[in-house]
């Protein structure tokens, strides 16, 4: 069975400085990898998403992920933090054949500090 | 679109009484699926739909938990009898079926405390 694991369950961070958000995955073949994050009080939303080619992945608010095959890991990344980035961050992992279901991880929680 | 319509958006009731969450998805998508969000247990599939056939119901934690999805626009997820370990933000979202890894859009959510 697919599983993702989010080490990480609080990161603290100072505006302007880099942030790298870690999940590791658990699966039979390379499967589709998301991001979405959660602003308090609100659904989650999609950052962005891997199928195949390219592994670095762009995504929104200035966000990329990288997929390494290798370590099995789809790390989140952003140069530069906002204070707007406070939030709750989840990867999830997709079934590659047939249905929709995802496999969400425990979730990180962002601070952004001045 | 108006994305993924959830109500209500708060909910409180007393243990023991019939709660009702409705949701009404993205048209044109396929799937629908209902999540629980907890501290002590994060984000819980309960069920979901494909064509508005439930087609995986293992993680309703019960027989006072059921969900229906009538048509194509519009899901519900019911508790009776609602206890305080039901208390949770409840999320519906919705998918199209392209044979796998599609976005699942998310509802705002609904809160509910149940006292």
């Known amino acids: 069975a697919q599983s993702v694991t989010q080490p990480d369950i609080h990161i603290t961070v100072s505006e302007g400085a880099s942030l790298e958000l870690r999940c590791n995955y658990s699966?039979?073949?390379?499967?589709?990898l998301f991001w979405y994050v959660q602003s308090p009080g609100q659904g989650l939303q999609l950052l962005l998403k891997y199928f195949s080619g390219d592994t670095l992945v762009q995504g929104i608010k200035g966000f990329e992920a990288e997929f390494k095959r290798s370590q099995s890991s789809f790390n989140l990344r952003k140069p530069s933090v906002h204070w707007s980035d406070a939030a709750e961050y989840f990867c999830?992992?997709?079934?590659?054949?047939?249905?929709?279901?995802?496999?969400f991880g425990t979730g990180t929680r962002l601070t952004i500090i001045p | 679109d108006a994305g993924v319509i959830q109500s209500p958006r708060h909910e409180v009731t007393e243990m023991g009484q019939e709660v009702t969450l409705r949701c009404k998805p993205i048209s044109g998508h396929d799937y629908l699926f209902w999540y629980r969000q907890t501290m002590m247990r994060g984000l819980e599939l309960l069920i979901y739909f494909n064509n508005n056939v439930p087609i995986d119901d293992s993680g309703m934690p019960e027989d006072r938990f059921s969900a229906k999805m009538p048509n194509a626009s519009f899901s519900t997820l019911k508790i009776q009898p609602s206890e305080p370990r039901d208390s949770a933000v409840y999320f519906c979202?919705?998918?199209?079926?392209?044979?796998?890894?599609?976005?699942?859009?998310f509802g705002p959510g609904t809160r509910l405390t149940v006292l």
């Open positions: 999830a992992v997709g079934d590659l054949f047939g249905n929709e279901k995802l496999t």
């Open positions: 699966y039979g073949a390379t499967p589709y």
């Open positions: 979202a919705s998918s199209l079926d392209s044979g796998g890894g599609d976005t699942q859009y």
